[in-house]
Each structure stands twice: as C-alpha cells, then as structure tokens.
C-alpha cells in the first residue's frame, strides 16, 4: 500500500494516473459516438437505442459510477499537474517558442481540459438530469439545438475536444511506454485521425439536427 501511495504521489505516477483514465475516457467516447450516430436516422432508431441502454439496468449505473470516479481522478491530476507546471516555471517565457514538439493541442491541454469539464456538466444538466422519457428525449435534443447559442457552444466544446485528444492519445501510448521512434509517428499520426473523427462527428450532430433532420 505504501508502495502504491508513494507511485502515484510522484510525477510519473501521476502521468500514469491521467494515461490511464484519458485512455477509459476516449474507450467511452467511442461507445458514446456510436450510440449518438443513431441521431442521423432520425427519432424512431435514436428512441431505439435509448430504450435498448435503459434495458441493461444496473449494468449502465455501474457504468456510469465508473466514469464518474475515472472523471474525478482526471480532473484531480490534470489539475495538480497543472498548478505544479505553473508554480515549477511562475515567470512566463517572454517568448511562446514551439521548440520539442509543442502543438496547440499540447499548449492548450490544461485550458481545453477545463473548457470540456464545463461542457460536460451543462451537458448533463441539460440531457441527462431533465425530465424527460425514452420517447421525448430526441425532441429534447432537436429543441436545444434549435438555439443557434447553444449549437455554438456545443461545436466550441467539440473542438476544444479534438484539440485535447489530438495531444492526449499520442501522450498517454508514451507514457504507457510505447515511445519508440519506429512507432510513435504512427501513433500522433493516428492521435490526428482520432481527434478529428471524434470532433467533426459529434460536432456535426447539432448542424444536422438544425438544418438537415
């Protein structure tokens, strides 16, 4: 036990720590993204598929605690990190170089982190927590991306989620110890692809609804 409290008290305990759960999170975005491309069919196969998950029971409230301790561990690290990162340089740079691989993705991981943990709670609030049934939730949705204030925020969130997947995947197969030059250029390559997918797919969904469905 001592053993573990000392790893993960350390820096690269911590990484592993946020490698880990930023891995469980993009599995869930997967899963995620593939439910909510049933939005594109229309409400009977969406209503479908909403009734099908409320089938699984105790399986999606297990799921769902998981995801919440995986979030808390996320935003706990992510945060400690950040402010370690702040108090180990407290003067900025009077130059930004992008010297050692620096990306927008890895320049604004802090900041996209906190802009995605505000969406996610509006989202949940919006969604998930309003009243609603099986059959109406698809009407719910097409009335919040109804407003043009919402569907900005929700394409400004997708972006900040591209922009963090875009550093995340290839950082956390590094820090999980695939680092080699054989494969790591394949691996941000891919981080690119994923993060993009991720990104344009979700964020197409509220311009969809609003002009096309």
């Not at 995605?116 to 309003?130: E, G, M, R, S």
């Amino acid at each position: 036990m001592i053993w573990l409290i000392t790893t993960f008290s350390s820096s690269i305990g911590k990484k592993l720590l946020m490698a880990i759960t930023g891995l469980g999170f993009i599995g869930f975005l997967t899963v995620h993204l593939i439910g909510n491309l049933t939005l594109y069919s229309g409400q009977p196969l969406f209503t479908s598929y909403v009734k099908h998950l409320h089938t699984l029971g105790p399986l999606i409230t297990l799921a769902e605690l998981g995801l919440l301790f995986l979030a808390v561990i996320h935003i706990l690290i992510g945060t400690l990190l950040f402010y370690e990162n702040l108090m180990a340089r407290p003067v900025r740079y009077k130059t930004n170089k992008s010297a050692g691989g620096r990306t927008i993705g890895s320049a604004t991981q802090p900041y996209t982190g906190f802009v995605i943990l505000a969406f996610v709670i509006v989202h949940l609030l919006d969604f998930h927590f309003a009243e609603h049934t099986d059959d109406s939730l698809y009407m719910l949705i097409s009335s919040a991306f109804s407003n043009p204030i919402y569907v900005g925020i929700y394409i400004i969130a997708m972006i900040a989620v591209a922009l963090h997947i875009s550093h995340g995947f290839w950082s956390l197969f590094q820090t999980l110890g695939a680092n080699h030059p054989k494969y790591m250029p394949f691996v941000q390559r891919l981080g690119i692809v994923v993060s993009l997918v991720f990104g344009i797919a979700f964020g197409f969904i509220p311009l969809f609804i609003s002009f096309i469905a």
